[in-house]
């Protein structure tokens, strides 16, 4: 509510039933009509609070600063979580506020942490996943007692369970560096976090029963994210973008490393066979990268072709980049058949 509108009729009786002692009993005695007006007027009062106490802070350390600024400047997911603690915490009045209270939004500020946890916890259990994730001993010793990947395996038991929408698999870029911090190894990249998941997620299937329960069923719950069309340039709205849950500049790494793997294999049999390197070389290469699959791009919108592979493709027609690509496959070949 702005600093220059007035409370409404609704936000005025639930402070004065507050006021009064009675707000929880007259609460549960009521109609639904009266029920809905009550629950109106406190979300009035509480959603400035929430949004204070709760919603900017986390925004602010997740980095989304736009939607720190007001509630009509956050994002789709950011503002189902606020929506969600403002109710937490509604709730959390209409259950416990049974005594007098001068100071509604004094008393509300103090206990707006406990509503929005408790809220949290409520609606991790409603997904079927542990209210308050902890890594079972048997999973530590399935790890061997690995630091990092026991704190890796409480922050997936954290994850399938969190309201965020599902957007993204796995938060990679968030546990990348939160195994900085615990390992103390700055060098390692989103893949060997992403190779880590699948070592936990391993470790954890073999209990089918549990994994089944506090993994597979919460992270099918997850909300999917949720698409706002936009306007494009002719006025009209564009297409939502396809959820993937590997990022194109890996699907194209991926592209690259397999051609690069098949062109080995045939430029290593041939010239086992005694034709002659470096005219197998440019004739492998440039079939092998001079064109793309047929089905490469198929997947992406019009305009979004593998990049990487079209890059290749044109360092092989330029004849000089080709012969020192040639020369440099040649090399590697002589070093690999002296070992």
Known sequence: MADNEKPSRAADQVRRLAAEGGLVRYFHKASNDERRLLWAGATEIAGPLVFLRVTRPIEHKRG???CATGVRRLSSDCVDRYHDDVESTVRYLFAFATAPIDNLEGWLTVRVGKATVDGHRRRRGQRGAQQRPRVAAWLVDALDGDVWLVALAK??????????ALGVLWPLGAWTEQRAVVTGDHTVGESVVAAEIETVLTAMRQRPAWYDKYVDQPM???????WFPSRDVDGGYAEPEPFTPVAPYEQDDALLQELAAVALDVITQRVDR?????????EVVTTVFGTLPTVAGLDRLPGEEPAGAELVAALIEDPQRREQIVTRVVAWLDEHRRR
Do not use: F, M, S
Request: cysteine-free; overall charge negative.
């Open 64 to 66: 989304h600063h736009q």
């Open 274 to 282: 005694g034709d002659d390197p470096r005219a197998v070389v440019a």
């Open 155 to 164: 922050a997936i038991l954290e994850w399938v369970g969190t309201d965020t």
């Open 220 to 226: 099918g719950r997850k909300q999917a994210p949720v």
